[in-house]
């Protein structure tokens, strides 16, 4: 272990868990990516957007404004249920009640996507809802058992692991569907609309191992007579929204984070609709871009897990988003790109061909970002709060898929999709300035320093 992760939190207690219930954790994540890549940014985005809407003269912009509505208001809807079942399974020892509800509701609801026909768009917009509500809920979830799986100077690691994993799920997904399944076209509808019974399918059974292998280790509270578990998780909620005062660098680092995942949900939500509607590419660039984003993406999860673990999780954070910022330029100048090296270097590349090269800095920047953002707010919570303040990260990253989609969708109905990719640098930028304020060092001290707290306020005394 290095000075730099040894000073995160010098004090760690935290055994690891056996490598069998950190297996079955990161199995989460690899069940998961199905729905993930599916249905929000390979297959059924193009199919919501192309077919079941269609071009109505208008270049798209109205079918991305519903999926960019639809992803919105399920963001809105876990922005205002997040918190306080983070809450309430704090109170209740009820994370992994809570992750098989999430989860069965995800199945459900991603493999009715069966009966979302050409003009079927209101079924459609409903469905896309309720599934990404319910998907959205189960990633707060499981975040919040990542602090018991290790000590703190471990959590890049297992958390990079997690990532990493879930990009092989997806490409066994995926890659089963775009074979198996092919275009996302209308002469192809009849077979591509299995992609929801899939995915579900596929999460449902690759999910298993994580609620075989996964411990509960919180205990329940004692309700005091008369009152609810929903009403005392408003009240926690309120008093976390007070102590952040305690956690200051937490809550800076959670500001930043609304920027920076705004502009993921972007790129996650529109990558393939991007190449489709804007890059005009053929289906085996879109096959071959799939296999790149996913290897470049599990391969960034790992490696910045190691380097997150030396240099710390705050300067790996900000060495993503500049990653991500250099990749929102070249998205926006492909064209214009591949003209200029095609013109200079005497080549024929077509624009489809440079955007698989800026394909790997996207999925290089996808995976290691949000890996060392799950494991910052890990670094910066207390082990006691981990699942009230894991509920804020959820609930910080879905308000920045309101903020981002809902804004992207508005901007590129008025100035096209090409133009108003340029959001996401923007929002990076933003990102990048708002945690050069956070100090790892002391967010991780003064979650330490709750923690010996709340110890010594629970241990008896000789007296009692």
């Known amino acids: 272990m290095t000075l730099a992760a040894a000073a995160t939190r010098p004090m760690s207690t935290t055994a690891y868990a056996s490598r069998k219930e950190i297996f079955g954790w990161a199995m989460f994540d690899f069940a998961n990516q199905a729905y993930t890549l599916l249905i929000i940014t390979v297959v059924f985005g193009e199919l919501f ?18 999926w960019s509505a639809a992803l919105a208001l399920s ?14 399974m704090d109170v209740s020892a009820g994370k992994k009640r809570f992750l098989f509800i999430s989860y069965l509701a995800t199945v459900v609801t991603t493999a009715l996507l069966y ?35 290790g000590p703190p100077e471990a959590l890049g690691r297992i958390s990079g692991f997690g990532w990493a994993l879930g990009y092989v799920g997806g490409l066994f997904a995926a890659g089963f569907t775009l074979v198996v399944l092919g275009e996302a076209t209308a002469e192809n509808f009849d077979r591509i609309r299995w992609v929801g019974p899939f995915a579900a399918g596929f999460f449902l059974v690759t999910a298993i191992p994580t609620f075989l292998w996964l411990r509960e280790r919180g205990t329940p509270q004692r309700l005091p007579a008369g009152q609810g578990y929903a009403g005392i998780a408003w009240r926690r909620v309120g008093t976390t929204f007070h102590e952040l005062r305690r956690f200051r660098d937490l809550g800076t680092f959670l500001v930043s984070l609304v920027f920076s995942m705004a502009g993921v949900y972007i790129i996650i939500a529109f990558a393939f609709i991007y190449g489709a509607q804007v890059i005009g590419w053929d289906t085996t660039t879109r096959n071959l871009m799939f296999i790149i984003v996913q290897i470049t993406a599990a391969a960034g999860a790992l490696g910045f897990g190691v380097i997150q673990d030396r240099l710390g999780a705050k300067r790996t954070y900000l060495l993503t988003l500049c990653l991500w910022v250099l990749a929102i330029f070249a998205i926006w ?15 024929g590349w077509q624009p489809q061909e440079l955007f698989l090269v800026v394909g790997c800095l996207a999925g290089l920047s ?12 890990g670094l910066l919570s207390p082990s006691h709060k981990a699942a009230e303040f894991f509920g804020f990260w959820g609930l910080a990253n879905k308000l920045a898929g309101v903020v981002g989609i809902i804004g992207l969708g508005l901007l590129q109905s008025v100035v096209g999709l090409k133009a108003s990719i340029l959001l996401c640098a923007a929002l990076f930028v933003m990102a990048i300035l708002i945690c050069l304020a956070v100090d790892q060092n002391r967010g991780s001290r003064a979650a330490q320093q709750w923690e010996a707290r709340e110890l010594a306020s629970l241990t008896p005394t000789k007296e009692s």
């Open 366 to 377: 996808l995976g290691s970002s949000q890996s060392a953002s799950r494991a910052l707010v």
């Open 49 to 66: 957007t192309t077919v079941i809407v269609g071009d109505r003269g208008d270049d798209y912009r109205f079918a991305n404004l519903l």
């Open 115 to 149: 009966f979302v026909a050409p003009g079927f768009v209101w079924l459609g917009v409903v469905l896309i809802v309720l599934s990404n509500y319910a998907y959205s809920m189960g990633e707060s979830f499981i975040a919040a058992f990542l602090p018991d799986l």
């Open 333 to 347: 100048a492909t064209p214009e790109l591949t003209a200029w090296l095609n013109a200079y270097l005497g080549l």
């Open 75 to 88: 963001y809105l809807m876990v922005v205002a249920s997040g918190p306080v079942c983070g809450a309430a």
